[in-house]
C-alpha cells in the first residue's frame, strides 16, 4: 500500500481505537506500507503520521513485514484498555522518525507483555547525524503523570546506524532485549526517562553483537535506576554510569 501521509492520519490500524473495546486472539500479517510523501531528509508535514497502528489487541500474533517512511512507523498501545499478550513479528522499519512506538494511548491505557521477535530498525544516511526526536524504539507513558510500558521483550532486534538521536529512548520497567545487533561507528545512544512518581528501572539489554560503548542519558524528576547493560563483550563500556547497577 502506497500512503500519502501528508493527508491520511493512520494507513493501517489493527483493532479498535474506542475506550473499552478490544479485538482478541487473531493471526494477521499487515501488507507492505510506502509513504510517498517523504522524498527529502527530514519529516515535515507528516512526522506524526502512522503505518500501522497494533490498537487494544490481545493475546494475537501479529506480522510486520515492511513499513517505510513515516513519522511513526509502527505503534502499539491500549486506549482505556491493553495491548497485552501479542506476539508481533517485525520485518523491516527504516526510514520512519520513530521506527517502532510502544505506548499508553489513554491515561488508563497500557501497553505490557508483548513478545517482538526480529526487526531491521535503520535510517538512511541522508538524514544526517544524531537527529533530533528521531529514535529506533520509543518506549513512553501516556503523558508526565503516568508509568510507561513493561514487561515487553525483544528477540534479537537489529538496531543499527548512527542517524538516530537515540537508539533507544525508554520510559518504562522491565522491558528486555535480549541479543541484539547494535553495530554502529559511534556510541551506542540510549534515553532513560522517569516523569516525577514514577520509576524507568529494570531494563535490560542482555548480550548481543554491540560494538561502541553505551552512552547513556537519564532524564526526569522521577527515580532512573537499575536499567542494566549485561554480558556486552564488545563495546561494553558504559559511558555514563549512573543507570547501571
Known amino acids: 500500500i502506497n500512503v500519502d501521509a501528508r493527508s491520511v492520519t493512520t494507513a493501517v490500524r489493527v483493532g479498535p481505537n474506542s475506550v473499552g473495546n478490544y479485538l482478541f486472539n487473531v493471526d494477521l500479517k499487515l501488507?507492505?506500507?510506502?509513504?510517498?510523501?517523504?522524498t527529502t531528509a527530514g519529516?515535515?508535514?507528516?512526522?506524526?503520521?502512522?503505518?500501522?497502528?497494533?490498537?487494544?489487541?490481545?493475546?494475537?500474533?501479529i506480522t510486520a513485514p515492511y513499513i517505510y517512511n513515516f513519522g511513526i512507523g509502527l505503534t502499539c498501545g491500549g486506549?482505556?484498555?491493553?495491548?497485552v499478550y501479542n506476539t508481533i513479528e517485525i520485518g523491516v522499519l527504516w526510514g520512519n522518525k520513530v521506527n517502532l512506538e510502544l505506548s499508553a494511548k489513554t491515561a488508563t491505557g497500557w501497553c505490557n507483555e508483548n513478545l517482538f521477535i526480529n526487526g531491521r530498525f535503520s535510517h538512511s544516511v541522508s538524514e544526517g547525524t544524531h537527529?533530533?526526536?528521531?529514535?529506533?524504539?520509543?518506549?513512553?507513558?501516556?503523558?508526565?503523570?503516568?508509568?510507561?510500558?513493561?514487561?515487553?521483550?525483544?528477540?534479537k532486534p537489529s538496531i543499527e546506524g548512527d542517524q538516530p538521536q537515540y537508539l533507544l529512548n525508554i520510559w518504562g520497567e522491565f522491558n528486555k532485549f535480549v541479543?541484539?545487533?547494535?553495530?554502529?561507528?559511534?556510541?551506542?545512544?540510549?534515553?532513560?526517562?522517569?516523569?516525577?512518581?514514577?520509576?524507568?528501572?529494570?531494563?535490560?539489554?542482555?548480550?548481543?553483537?554491540i560494538t561502541q560503548p553505551f552512552n547513556v542519558t537519564n532524564a526526569g524528576s522521577g527515580s532512573v535506576q537499575g536499567n542494566f547493560l549485561v554480558n556486552n563483550h564488545k563495546g561494553g563500556e558504559v559511558r555514563d554510569r549512573k543507570s547501571t547497577r
Open 179 to 209: 541479543n541484539p545487533r547494535m553495530e554502529v561507528v559511534g556510541d551506542v545512544y540510549l534515553y532513560f526517562y522517569a516523569p516525577s512518581g514514577f520509576a524507568t528501572q529494570g531494563n535490560c539489554i542482555d548480550s548481543g553483537y
Open 79 to 83: 486506549y482505556g484498555t491493553g495491548c
Open 131 to 155: 537527529v533530533s526526536g528521531c529514535y529506533h524504539i520509543f518506549i513512553h507513558g501516556y503523558d508526565d503523570t503516568d508509568g510507561g510500558p513493561n514487561n515487553n521483550v525483544f528477540l
Open 31 to 38: 501488507p507492505k506500507l510506502t509513504n510517498t510523501a517523504k
Open 43 to 61: 519529516w515535515s508535514g507528516f512526522a506524526s503520521a502512522v503505518g500501522a497502528e497494533i490498537a487494544n489487541v490481545y493475546q494475537s500474533r
